[in-house]
């Protein structure tokens, strides 16, 4: 999906960027959690603390639209 939606030229920055975001959501999300079970004896405060997050994020991901490249630009007109 990165490449069709960015082009190649980018696609090696943009696949570092997400794979480190992965590395530290799966490095701080444990601690959370555990933070959270230590504190409160239960997960769901966090649980519906993250929940208006999700959803947010849920939202944007459904509006965004894949940004149109010149190739697409140029089929879309009826050109080459």
């Not at 480190?20 to 959370?32: D, E, I, K, N, R």
């Amino acid at each position: 999906v990165w490449g069709e939606a960015f082009g190649q030229t980018e696609l090696g920055r943009i696949q570092g960027a997400a794979q480190m975001l992965t590395v530290v959501a799966s490095a701080t999300g444990p601690l959370l959690f555990a933070k959270c079970f230590s504190t409160s004896g239960s997960y769901s405060p966090l649980l519906f603390g993250l929940s208006p997050v999700i959803l947010v994020l849920a939202f944007c991901a459904y509006r965004t639209r894949m940004p149109l490249r010149e190739k697409s630009r140029l089929a879309a007109a009826g050109g080459c």
